[in-house]
């Protein structure tokens, strides 16, 4: 285990953005995490796949590179499995993982950038499923006692790209392994979701299988998301808002095409990719960095963009949304 000065932190980041850890280790057991924890005086910055956040600055603080690996099956009947995944893994290397062992639960959520242990900080989601349907704990230690703690499902407070992790438990965990459950025959396919309708009539798939669900997602997010490893970006850069029904009822007058999804009878979720679109930004390009041209959510870095050109057009963006609709859009993404 060694801590090293002055690291760069653009390998380590999917918008390629170039920032530097004043201090930074690899770790790859659960007994170097205690013992760098033990020694440790400076501020504390966790690092998993650095899928889901924008750097603008150096990081003046030790930077924890959590490398944990492994996968273990922990209990299995006739029916269902409990496996175990060590925070490190890469998130779509064990959803094909799941595939190739016929697991099913979490086959919507293949190509998601990022890694096990961050996925449920988020509770990411995609295509009418999200981490938390498959989700039954996770470990985690506390960074300031070292005490290691289970944390079920309950306790993560999941909701949408939220759960404790983000909010009230912020930055005073460190998760190290995720617990699931996933069916090993008579799969629950979540095929509602038009897009994945569409894709599977494209590849004449008459009888859906998690395989070619898993496969029609990855079609989708090839043709909408840009792959991190051509193209900088975070996924999702902002989250979808939420708003009245009200507000939704006269936006209809001057919009009346603006999609929508009901929550409840006085909530409506609107498409922050429409709204961005709209407002003129989707394929739009300054210098180094812009908005995705397949996919408005989607704030790009063409090689060399900083993080504060990134987060300025970001502002820029919920600026003018204000504007024209009226609707705060909020960052999914975590502005470092
Ligand atoms: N739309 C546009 N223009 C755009 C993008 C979207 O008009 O540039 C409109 C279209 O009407 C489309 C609707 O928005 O029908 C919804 O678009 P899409 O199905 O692509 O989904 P999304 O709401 O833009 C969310 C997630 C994605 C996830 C997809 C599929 C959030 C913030 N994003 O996007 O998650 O893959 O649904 O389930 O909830 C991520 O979090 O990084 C991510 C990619």
């Known amino acids: 285990m060694v801590i090293k000065q002055n690291v760069s932190l653009k390998a380590f980041n999917t918008f390629g953005i170039e920032a530097k850890a004043s201090s930074y280790c690899d770790i790859s057991t659960i007994d170097q995490l205690i013992r760098v924890l033990n020694g440790n005086k400076m ?3 966790i690092l998993g ?5 924008l750097l603008t600055q150096n990081i003046d603080a030790l930077v924890l590179h959590i490398n944990l690996k492994g996968i273990e099956v922990i209990k299995e009947t006739v029916d269902m499995v409990s496996v175990k995944v060590m925070a490190g893994e890469n998130w779509h290397e064990f959803v094909l993982w799941c ?5 099913g639960g979490i086959e919507n959520l293949s190509l998601i950038p990022g890694n096990v242990g961050t996925a449920p900080i988020q509770n990411i ?3 009418g499923v999200e981490l938390k349907d498959a989700f039954i704990s996770c470990e985690a230690v506390n960074t300031k006692n070292l005490i290691k703690k289970t944390f079920s499902k309950k306790d ?3 909701g949408y790209r939220e759960s404790v992790f983000k909010q009230e438990l912020k930055g005073q965990y460190i998760i190290t392994s995720v617990n699931f459950e996933f069916t090993k025959h008579n799969h629950k396919l979540n095929v509602d979701y038009g897009a994945i309708k569409e894709q599977l009539k494209i590849s004449k798939v008459l009888k859906p299988t998690i395989k070619s669900i898993s496969n029609a997602v990855i079609a989708i997010r090839k043709s909408k998301l840009p792959d991190p490893a051509d193209i ?3 996924g999702s850069f902002f989250k979808n808002p939420v708003i009245s029904s009200n507000q939704f009822e006269e936006l209809l007058t001057n919009f009346p095409n603006i999609p929508s999804y009901k929550i409840s009878d006085k909530k409506i979720k609107i498409p922050a990719g429409w709204l961005i679109e709209k407002a003129g930004f989707k394929g739009k390009r300054f210098d180094d960095y812009g908005v995705h041209n397949k996919q ?3 704030l790009v870095n063409y090689g060399n963009a900083k993080g504060s050109d990134i987060l300025n057009l970001a502002q820029l963006i919920q600026q003018t949304v204000l504007q024209i609709f009226d609707i705060k859009i909020e960052t999914e993404v975590n502005i470092i």
């Open 43 to 45: 501020p504390l910055f």
């Open 49 to 53: 796949g650095g899928s889901n956040m």
């Open 99 to 103: 595939i190739e062992h016929n697991y």
């Open 125 to 127: 989601g995609a295509y």
């Open 156 to 158: 993560c407070k999941f």
């Open 232 to 234: 900088g970006n975070s």
């Open 296 to 298: 408005a959510l989607v």
